[in-house]
């Protein structure tokens, strides 16, 4: 019994130690955030969308803001163009979507109508006609759930 103890408390160390040298070298970041959306529903598109890009290849080890629209929104533009982001041959419609929607530093949501925060395509973001319902935070990440997607 002892010894089964003991294996356990070895193989749970373990898991300790290799969960918190990926996370200093920044191998969990991004699954922290795409975690925490994987809870939520209304985020199911969005979601669906970073896992078919890699959201690491766009954010690497850096903190980051997504305005992540809610289903709703995805709704709005249109069920064929949501399922053609998955095909390889739109790939590069993929990332210039998320692209507008990350921006590459850890904001509130009263900084983002401010004019001096710029998404990962380069562009100023304004939020326009789009409301921020929710906001949740992850260790890496601020995540702003919005009724509009960029295209």
Not at 107 to 116: P, V
């Amino acid at each position: 019994m002892k010894k089964i103890i003991l294996q356990c408390l070895a193989i749970a160390s373990i898991f300790v130690l290799l969960n918190s040298c990926a996370t200093m070298a920044g191998g969990m970041n991004s699954y922290t955030s795409l975690a925490e959306m994987e809870k939520r529903p209304e985020l199911s598109t969005m979601t669906s969308l970073v896992k078919t890009y890699g959201i690491a290849s766009l954010v690497g080890a850096n903190q980051f803001t997504i305005l992540a629209p809610n289903n709703d929104a995805f709704n709005k533009e249109g069920s064929l163009w949501v399922s053609n982001l998955t095909h390889p041959e739109y790939r590069k419609d993929l990332e210039r979507l998320l692209k507008r929607h990350i921006i590459l530093k850890k904001i509130d949501a009263s900084q983002i109508n401010n004019g001096e925060q710029r998404n990962l395509a380069g562009e100023v973001v304004n939020l326009g006609y789009a409301r921020i319902k929710e906001s949740f935070y992850t260790t890496n990440a601020n995540i702003q759930v919005i009724d509009k997607v960029f295209r």
